[in-house]
């Protein structure tokens, strides 16, 4: 089992920047490909990012490219996602997540088995 727990949301206003971290504790993500989705009222949950187990590879989805940046710290079991330039459609609640050990849809929520409680961003105009 891993639990996670994110922290660093909160309210910002449009063109701002904020930092989440999520902590991992259980076993261990070292070797795991982590993620970050995000989700509005009556929406699914959407990819954002993702990183793989030695922070060699990232992804995002297109309409965070060039703002956000995922990385990660394996000795202190940390995800950070650095959020840049904020716009109000990135209001969300923002989660991590741990990639199943078995694969699945890298972008997809059913690739991912381990889920934090999230943390609300909201950006104001």
């Known amino acids: 089992q891993v639990q996670l727990v994110e922290s660093g949301g909160g309210l910002v206003q449009a063109g701002g920047s904020l930092r989440l971290s999520c902590a991992a504790s259980?076993?261990?993500?070292?070797?795991?490909?982590m993620a970050w989705f995000r989700q509005t009222p009556g929406k699914e949950r959407e990819f954002v990012a993702y990183?793989?187990?030695?922070?060699?590879?990232?992804d995002y989805t297109d309409s965070v490219k060039g703002r956000f940046t995922i990385s990660r710290d394996n000795a202190k079991s940390m995800v950070y996602l650095q959020m840049n330039s904020l716009k109000p459609e990135d209001t969300a609640v923002y989660y991590c997540?741990?990639?199943?050990?078995?694969?699945?849809?890298?972008?997809?929520?059913?690739?991912?088995?381990?889920w934090g409680q999230g943390t609300q961003v909201t950006v104001s105009t």
């Open positions: 997540a741990v990639r199943k050990s078995w694969g699945g849809v890298i972008t997809a929520q059913s690739g991912y088995e381990y």
């Open positions: 259980g076993r261990t993500i070292s070797g795991r490909t």
């Open positions: 990183i793989f187990y030695n922070g060699g590879t990232t």
